[in-house]
Nanobody, 127 residues
Framework: QVQLVESGGGLVQAGGSLRLSCAAS????????MGWFRQAPGKEREFVAAIIWSGVSAYYADSVKDRFTISKNNAKNTVYLQMNSLKPEDTAVYYC????????????????????WGQGTQVTVSS
């Protein structure tokens, strides 16, 4: 079982930046991919970004593309989310998930594709 721990959340002003990290431990991530989802109070959890672990393909929600960048360090079993030009509507708890699906490239945006989740990290963007 892979244990996921998010970090890097905090309070920033609109237009600022944050870099989230998600470190995996307990078992090396070797297939599928990892993704970021977020959930704001009163809203459904939504897809933010995802990346294939053994490759370089990355995917983004329309709401964050060109502002957020997902990356990974395979040797460190860590995935990152660089968040630039933050907006108040980005405020949410951000969760890291791992998917072992062989069809990850077709299911990266679906919550059921992920079998492990981190505890979440709060991101608050003030105006």
């Amino acid at each position: 079982q892979v244990q996921l721990v998010e970090s890097g959340g905090g309070l920033v002003q609109a237009g600022g930046s944050l870099r989230l990290s998600c470190a995996a431990s307990g078992r090396t991530v070797g297939s599928g991919g990892m993704g970021w989802f977020r959930q704001a109070p009163g809203k459904e959890r939504e897809f933010v970004a995802a990346i294939i672990w053994s490759g370089v393909s990355a995917y983004y929600a329309d709401s964050v593309k060109d502002r957020f960048t997902i990356s990974k360090n395979n040797a460190k079993n860590t995935v990152y989310l660089q968040m630039n030009s933050l907006k108040p509507e980005d405020t949410a708890v951000y969760y890291c998930g791992r998917s072992a699906s062989v069809n990850y490239s077709n299911n990266y945006y679906r919550q059921p594709s992920y079998d492990q989740w981190g505890q979440g990290t709060q991101v608050t963007v003030s105006s």
